[in-house]
């Protein structure tokens, strides 16, 4: 069974520092990985995504994330935070078993930028 | 392209009464899920409909039902509204193919609140 594992639900940094936001997951099959990000009262956009092709993946607004199959983890980071970065950050999972066609969203993890 | 649309923005809602939300997926876009989030239980799964058809469904009771029209387009419906439907409901459209590149395309959610 698939799960996702966000394992800090809330990180702060200060402005310019890098940015770190862990998710580990669980898939019986080969899975498709997704980041979102959520500003208050808004959906959830899109970060970036997972493909065989690379196993680091870059997205908008800077931020990267790294599959690593051996230790189950899709962590994201950033290399220096800016104060827009506020925000909700959502790491998603989907197996690709034919039929199932279900995202599991972690929890969340709350993102804070000291001025 | 545009996005994907949800209307109201904000609704207002008595116990007791029923309420219909509404997404407009992405045009070619032929799957629709719609989540309820709230601070307490976090993002839910509330049903998704491919082509017409309810193709999955998380596990809220009854009074909560959806539908999906052949431009895709797609309505939930709440019926004898509770407080505990307060929630910001948000809609997702995706090509409905699984897999690395189908990631869910989020609209900016109808907040409800129940009074």
């Known amino acids: 069974a698939q799960s996702v594992t966000q394992l800090d639900s809330h990180v702060s940094v200060s402005e310019g520092t890098p940015v770190l936001l862990r998710c580990n997951y669980s898939s019986s099959y080969s899975p498709s990985l997704f980041w979102y990000v959520q500003h208050p009262n808004k959906g959830l956009q899109l970060l970036l995504k997972y493909t065989s092709a690379a196993t680091l993946v870059k997205g908008i607004n800077g931020f990267e994330a790294e599959f690593k199959k051996s230790e189950t983890s899709f962590h994201l980071t950033k290399p220096s935070a800016h104060m827009s970065d506020a925000a909700e950050y959502f790491c998603?999972?989907?197996?690709?078993?034919?039929?199932?066609?279900?995202?599991?969203f972690g929890t969340g993890t709350r993102l804070k930028v000291l001025a | 392209k545009a996005g994907v649309t949800q209307t109201p923005r904000y609704l207002i809602k008595t116990r007791g009464q029923q309420v219909t939300l509404s997404c407009s997926p992405i045009s070619g876009h032929r799957s629709v899920s719609w989540y309820q989030q709230t601070p307490g239980q976090g993002l839910q799964f509330l049903f998704e409909?491919?082509?017409?058809?309810?193709?999955n469904k998380g596990n809220f009771p009854g009074r909560f039902s959806g539908r999906q029209f052949s431009n895709s387009r797609s309505e939930m419906n709440v019926s004898t509204l509770e407080l505990g439907d307060s929630a910001l409901y948000l809609c997702?459209?995706?090509?409905?193919?699984?897999?690395?590149?189908?990631?869910?395309?989020f609209g900016n959610g109808t907040r409800l609140t129940v009074t």
């Open positions: 997702a459209s995706s090509s409905g193919q699984q897999g690395r590149n189908s990631p869910l395309h």
């Open positions: 998603v999972v989907s197996d690709s078993v034919p039929g199932t066609y279900k995202y599991i």
């Open positions: 409909y491919f082509s017409e058809t309810q193709r």
